[in-house]
């Protein structure tokens, strides 16, 4: 027997209820902000991330399954960490049993009892198994979303409902709640809101478009959308292929095969199968167009230098249109591989320029043209680089990284009147392509200013905040990822002066990267002892020495890593401070001679720090002195830099080599480091500091072996 929680739902739906059914790599980034997908789904109320449609299979549950708990504070009941990490498993796993299990052993009055609530209907909205009862599960969504209005578990739980009601198409509650849904972090409500539109006789063509045209693998909902779209015949042959090319962009099989059925190969299952899995016999057998461009994009995702050769045999065979963009495949496969040819691949791609009105458009989207814009900037082909830019999107042309590049395109085309307006507009922000900018102009980059902490009265305003106390209550449990998104949610909107005033009451509870992340929306506004914190300074400072590495790059490293939270803890194990993995550690600690090192060591500052910044040097050691390459190093992998760096054929400039990192998150995280560490060394010494000395140049060097992990 079961009911739908076991605390004060309601009678009458607890007796409705009660009807029988049995009762349910590289590393990753935990607690920092920026180069964690996960964590920034967290830490942007309204970020805006791609699932499946169901709330037990995706939507929430990669992100918290993707970050363990860390370490409990200490003092913590062990039984009740463990309890909650146990429901908590049950809810990603929807198992319904287990976590009633495990909901049974915390006593009803805890602080996150609401979410004991939240999850458990989240378990039954996903369980087909009770879609009989949906009139009286959705009755008890309703009771909870009023006893929780403007809380973040009632938005998260009003998502799922909104999937749940997409899902069995009842539009009359979806348009109801769809407008009140705040987080906005998933695409399939989007997709069932324009498939409600669409079953009204209202459809919204081009909003609907703009979900479903994208080189994101699409949700189920997002795929139903678009089939739905071309029934109806608001979407003609044409935005069909280009669905199908952008599913090849993306590279999601799945995709592919549901585009490649609406443009006319439904009947051709086997056909597509083989262009997928084995592209090259593929080609030898097909004459249809779009089979031999899915078998050519497919190749060069594994060996672009065959598909370029098969692309060169076949070329005649395709469309100009198809045969543009095979080539801008052929470009962004080689650019992601580094090779130096992938600008000459891109140059056939299509002219670079936006097209006159009577032309027709490049077939590929924005994110091709990105790496386009890497394999140019490789070439220092400036005029190319220059022409990509302009030809992007207005939304992604301004973007500070393409302004940056596109100021400096000018600049190498005598172009000062087009650059100085670019540069003078982004040096007045305080990051990675404001400095770039402002060293550009000839401005030093100078301390960030210490700023007076807010009111006394201001900061113990935020002492008795619910939000923070939920917060608090799941750091204490280890669950920083649902912490940070308690925390987020109670600032939304809130005006500047509250927003420094709760960045200075984290600081005082010695959540750093709760001070450090609320300080950064208040944007070049920054307060340095905020923004960047220096804790552990005498500690951190002696072993930085002891290695020879700058204290300045090892605290630039560390608020990228872990934005200060010693218990931090990554998907894939990484640990602490510095995010050290357990096969790293254990080298470090056979070349440090400690026999009797464990893993669970890395959550002692000392030995963090110690095991961090050795390794640090060691990477540093095998790049030639690199901070830059270091830096990729140490969250890529030093072979990886290594390897990297091979492929130079030339000297490059360290803020060009750094856009060529073919991992995202490495790419951004390396900006990010030497960033920071511009920041701190100047807080440092008092002194300019200059960024383009820490990017340096990158020389060409071979790829040698290195026993490092």
């Given amino acids: 027997m079961f009911i739908l929680f076991r605390h004060a739902i309601g009678a009458a739906l607890t007796a409705a209820l009660l009807v029988g059914a049995a009762g349910m790599g590289s590393t990753a980034r935990a607690a920092a902000d920026a180069p964690s997908p996960v964590q920034a789904a967290a830490d942007s109320p309204v970020a805006g991330q791609a699932g499946t449609d169901s709330p037990a299979a995706a939507t929430i549950a990669p992100a918290e399954a993707a970050n363990p708990p860390a370490p409990p504070a200490p003092g913590v009941d062990p039984a009740l960490v463990a309890a909650f990490t146990r429901a908590r498993r049950a809810m990603v796993e929807a198992d319904l049993e287990r976590f009633d299990q495990e909901a049974a052993r915390i006593a009803p009055n805890h602080p996150l009892q609401r979410y004991l609530e939240?999850?458990?209907?989240?378990?039954?909205?996903?369980e087909r198994r009770v879609e009989s009862l949906s009139a009286?599960?959705?009755?008890?969504?309703?009771?909870?979303?009023?006893?929780?209005?403007d809380s973040i578990a009632g938005d998260l739980l009003r998502r799922d409902w909104l999937l749940a009601l997409g899902r069995r198409e009842d539009w009359r509650p979806f348009d109801e709640q769809y407008p009140k849904w705040v987080l906005r972090d998933e695409?399939?409500?989007?997709?069932y809101a324009q498939l409600s539109r669409l079953a009204a006789g209202q459809p919204d063509r081009a909003a609907a478009l703009a979900l479903v045209m994208r080189p994101v693998e699409l949700t189920r909902a997002?795929?139903?959308l678009f089939r739905s779209l071309a029934d109806a015949g608001l979407i003609d042959a044409r935005a069909t292929r280009q669905r199908l090319m952008l599913a090849l962009e993306a590279n999601s099989v799945v995709d592919i095969r549901h585009a490649a059925s609406l443009a006319g190969l439904a009947l051709q299952a086997d056909a597509v199968d083989l262009a997928l899995r084995r592209p090259a016999q593929s080609l030898k057998r097909e004459s249809n167009a779009d089979l031999?461009?899915?078998a050519l994009?497919?190749?060069?995702?594994?060996?672009?230098?065959?598909?370029?050769?098969?692309?060169g045999k076949s070329a005649q065979r395709l469309t100009p249109e198809l045969r543009a963009f095979a080539w801008s495949q052929m470009a962004a496969a080689g650019a992601r591989k580094l090779l130096p040819e992938a600008h000459d691949w891109g140059v056939n791609a299509h002219p670079p320029r936006k097209p006159a009105a009577d032309q027709v458009a490049p077939a590929y989207s924005d994110e091709t043209r990105r790496w386009l814009v890497r394999a140019a900037l490789r070439r220092e082909e400036w005029k190319w680089v220059a022409a990509l830019i302009d030809g992007f999107a207005a939304a992604t042309r301004d973007e500070p990284e393409y302004r940056y590049w596109r100021a400096r395109a000018h600049m190498a085309l005598?172009?000062?009147?087009?650059?100085?307006?670019?540069?003078?507009?982004l040096a007045t922000r305080h990051d990675y392509y404001g400095k770039l900018a402002r060293e550009e102009l000839g401005r030093p980059i100078v301390p960030l200013p210490r700023g007076a902490a807010s009111p006394a009265a201001q900061v113990a305003a935020w002492d008795g905040n619910a939000g923070f106390a939920r917060a608090r209550a799941f750091y204490d449990l280890g669950m920083r990822f649902e912490g940070n998104r308690e925390w987020n949610f109670e600032l939304r909107g809130v005006d500047p002066e509250r927003l420094r005033s709760a960045a200075w009451w984290a600081s005082k509870q010695g959540w750093l990267d709760r001070a450090i992340n609320t300080d950064e929306r208040l944007g070049a506004d920054a307060d340095a002892t905020l923004r960047f914190p220096t804790p552990h300074a005498d500690r951190l400072q002696a072993v930085a020495r002891e290695q020879g590495v700058d204290p300045a790059w090892v605290y630039g490293l560390i608020r990228q890593e872990s934005r200060f939270v010693a218990a931090a803890r990554s998907s894939v194990g990484a640990a602490g401070l510095m995010q050290i993995m357990p096969g790293t550690a254990r080298w470090v600690a056979r070349q440090l001679g400690r026999g009797d090192f464990t893993v669970d060591q890395l959550d002692d500052l000392q030995t963090n720090l110690e095991f961090g910044t050795f390794y640090l040097k060691r990477v540093l050691d095998t790049v030639d002195g690199s901070a830059l390459l270091a830096s990729a190093g140490y969250n890529a992998g030093p072979r990886r830099a290594r390897d990297w760096r091979a492929t130079l054929t030339r000297p490059i400039e360290g803020a060009i080599f750094a856009e060529l990192i073919p991992f995202s998150e490495t790419r951004g995280y390396v900006k990010h480091v030497l960033s920071n560490t511009v920041d701190y060394a100047a807080l440092a010494t008092g002194q300019p500091q200059s960024l383009k000395r820490w990017l340096g140049q990158v020389a060409p060097g071979a790829s040698t072996a290195v026993a490092m992990p």
């Fill in 118 to 126: 939240y999850w458990r209907l989240r378990i039954l909205l996903s």
């Fill in 136 to 149: 009286e599960l959705d009755g008890a969504v309703r009771q909870y979303l009023n006893r929780y209005p």
């Fill in 187 to 191: 695409a399939s409500p989007d997709c």
């Fill in 222 to 224: 997002c795929r139903t």
């Fill in 292 to 294: 031999r461009l899915i």
């Fill in 297 to 311: 994009v497919r190749m060069a995702r594994t060996d672009v230098e065959d598909a370029v050769a098969a692309l």
């Fill in 414 to 425: 005598s172009q000062p009147e087009k650059a100085v307006p670019l540069f003078t507009k």
